[in-house]
Structure formats: C-alpha cells, structure tokens
C-alpha cells in the first residue's frame, strides 16, 4: 500500500523556470526524506526533514515538512539540466519502521 | 569504501529457474533492506533486517527469501522465477538514528524473467 502520494508524476521544463513537487499523506510521519535518482543508479539521499513547518534550503532546492507532519514539498528554483532525474520521497512513522516510499516524480529540464 | 555492491548487475532468468542477488556492505550499518523498482511504482519493500541475525518481511515479500549472512552480508533469493519478478532490485543499508537515518543504496541489478 502506498501511503504517499506525489504529485506530478511527470514534469518537464524548460532550463531555467522554477518547479514544485508535492508529497501527500492522510499519515502523520516522525520524519520525512526527500531522495533523488539519476539512470542506472540507486536513489541518493537529499534531505531530511523532522519538525513540522521546517523549511531546508540545499544550494537551488528548497524543501518544506507541513505543520501537521502529512505533507512535504520540493521548489527547484532556476532549474538546470543537471536537475534531471527522478525524485522520490519517503516517510517513516516511528521507532524502527522502516521507510515508506512514494511513487516519485520525474523531472526533464531541457536545455 | 565501495559502500554498498550488488551482484550481478544483470540477469536474465527463465520461469522457475533460481537465483540469489547478493548484496554486501563495508560501512559496519546493522540495518540492511531490499527493495524492488516498477515503472510507476516507486520503491517496494521486499525484505529487511534490523540487525545481524533477525530479518522481517516488508511490503511485497511473497516469492523471495533472504539470508543476513553476517553484518556485511545480505542476499535475496528466488527460490522460482515468475515473469512478475522482473524488475530492478535494489540493496540498501542504513546509518544514524531512527529520525535522522540515512539510507545508502547499491547500484541496483536488473532482472528478466522469460
């Protein structure tokens, strides 16, 4: 069962707009995790995120956990080809369970 | 550090042959996973272990088992291939605490079952 719904599944931009991906859970999570993965790879963490309304800021991207701890999003500002791959977020509930992960978004910046 | 490895990175299998993915890590993590990766469908939970020598089931765990050989070691293994298990399998071990974890994946191995 998928908890987490993102949204849009797919996206493709020209280099240079700005994009937002969403991540949506009727689940409360203890943390919440933003990966991403380029072709032929595994996935490679980004962020995490812990305390509702926390907002993280890693060079271009910007990351948000919701105030009731459902919800996340992901803002690429001025995107770049090298933006292109597929990112996934993941939740975790508690203690030792592990990761719940959703279907993921993929995005194509072309140049 | 290699990190995590995975063997083999390819394989193509036929119905009801079997095989063992093999999946190995050097950063001393208790905690190891394998998943499974479908077009659309993100990453599926097949199998985990929480510490060298336990090991549980995650979300799509009928068709598979696994062995925690040791704390490096983890593999998974299809004792029957079915066409249904074609898919991109993924090893991954994890590091830091519960709300701050991190989880390091392997470079995946493809499977196709004729």
């Known amino acids: 069962t998928q908890l987490l719904e993102q949204s849009p599944q797919f996206l493709s931009i020209q280099e240079g707009e700005n994009l937002t991906v969403y991540c949506n859970s009727s689940s409360v999570f203890s943390s919440l995790q933003w990966y991403r993965q380029e072709p032929g790879e595994g996935p490679v963490l980004l962020v995490t995120v812990v305390t509702g309304g926390e907002v993280k800021k890693l060079k271009r991207l910007t990351f948000q956990f919701g105030d009731a701890r459902k919800d996340s999003s992901l803002h690429i500002t001025a995107a770049q080809p090298g933006d292109t791959g597929l990112y996934l977020c993941?939740?975790?509930?508690?203690?030792?369970?592990?990761?719940?992960f959703g279907k993921g978004t993929r995005l194509s910046v072309i140049a | 550090n290699a990190g995590v490895t995975q063997t083999p990175k390819f394989q193509v299998l036929k119905t009801g042959q079997s095989m063992t993915l093999q999946c190995a890590q050097d950063?001393?993590?208790?905690?190891m996973y394998w998943y499974r990766q479908d077009p659309g469908m993100g990453l599926r939970l097949i199998y985990y272990?929480?510490?060298?020598?336990?090991?549980d089931k995650g979300e799509v765990p009928n068709g598979y088992n696994v062995s925690r050989l040791n704390k490096r070691e983890f593999s998974l293994r299809l004792e029957s291939a079915a066409p249904s298990q074609t898919s991109v399998y993924f090893c991954a071990s994890r590091a830091g605490q519960v709300r701050q974890e991190t989880q390091y994946f392997g470079p995946g191995t493809r499977l196709l079952v004729l």
């Open positions: 950063m001393n993590h208790n905690s």
């Open positions: 272990s929480a510490s060298e020598g336990t090991t």
């Open positions: 993941a939740g975790k509930h508690s203690g030792n369970t592990p990761l719940v």
